[in-house]
């Protein structure tokens, strides 16, 4: 909302409008009548989804079916925000938007049969694919590293999942131009570079100027109950021939850390 400067802008919370409801979505989207949709709504609690499965698969897919049949109707364009867990992780080179979906766990599928099902019914949408998310508002890894570090001497994160952390506002920035360039089809949307969680933590903690030891341990050490996926880096070439270049994860990361509330005391 704060990047879409010059242009009317409505926006919907899930008070506004339960995306599973199909008849109050087309009310809303009637209403609104807009050129675009940016549909960023989704149940995202990715272990929570393997233990509800028809919520994941109601909200995910479902939602968006019902979001993207309004925006047809009032003749709008959807962007639709899809996830790199649509693969399986086995590949060791950044994914391109035309390899195979496999993905290994529930919330995964939810976004890939989403996708599949949104591309059958509007082949115009646009499918952005983010990995990582961080941003002031809200729960996201640095937060909780930063909180952790805070009381604690050291930690253990994983160091076998590599991906491409992606802030918000520089995504935020990709969706206002995508939109602007009328993109349609599959593109990756994260931020330059890539690392593993333990590489995250680690710069997280200096990046604060604490002295938190950050420990490498792996993925079966720290069991949970969604599988995630080993690789998930994005390739960048589809969103490089639409003209968007995006800034490094590390300068996002600087950028997060000034933004965020210091803390009191
Ligand atoms: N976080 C990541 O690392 C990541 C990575 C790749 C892709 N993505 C995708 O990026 C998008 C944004 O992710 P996020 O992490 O920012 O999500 P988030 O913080 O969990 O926010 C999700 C939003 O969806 C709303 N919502 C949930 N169920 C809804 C429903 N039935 N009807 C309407 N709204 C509903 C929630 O509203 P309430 O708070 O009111 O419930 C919340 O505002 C999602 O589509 C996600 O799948 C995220």
Request: net charge negative; with cysteine; proline share 6%.
């Amino acid at each position: 909302m704060r990047e879409w400067a010059g242009d009317v802008v409505t926006g919907l919370s899930s008070g506004d409008a339960d995306i599973r409801d199909a008849k109050r979505v087309r009310q809303v989207v009637e209403q609104a009548r807009p050129d675009w949709v940016v549909l960023a709504a989704a149940y995202t609690d990715v272990d929570g989804c393997e233990s509800n499965q028809d919520l994941a698969f109601a909200v995910n897919r479902d939602g968006p079916v019902n979001v993207a049949t309004a925006a047809k109707e009032v003749g709008a364009r959807l962007l639709f925000l899809s996830s790199d867990y649509v693969f399986d992780g086995k590949k060791s080179t950044p994914y391109e938007v035309d390899d195979a979906r496999n993905p290994q766990g529930v919330y995964g599928r939810t976004k890939a049969e989403a996708e599949i099902r949104l591309l059958e019914l509007m082949p115009d949408c646009c499918i952005a694919r983010t990995s990582w998310l961080f941003g002031i508002d809200g729960k996201c890894f640095p937060d909780t590293i930063l909180k952790l570090a805070a009381n604690r001497p050291a930690l253990d994160v994983v160091n076998d999942q590599r991906g491409c952390p992606t802030y918000t506002v520089d995504l935020a920035r990709a969706i206002v131009q995508l939109c602007r360039k009328n993109a349609q089809g599959i593109v990756h949307v994260t931020d330059e570079g890539d690392c593993t969680w333990f590489e995250f933590a680690t710069e997280i903690v200096s990046g604060a100027g604490l002295a938190t030891i950050v420990r490498p341990v792996s993925s079966q050490q720290m069991a949970r109950p969604a599988p995630r996926p080993a690789y998930s880096v994005l390739s960048a070439t589809t969103l490089r021939a639409l003209g968007i270049e995006m800034p490094s994860w590390r300068d996002a990361l600087s950028r997060y850390l000034q933004a965020r509330p210091k803390p009191i005391g």
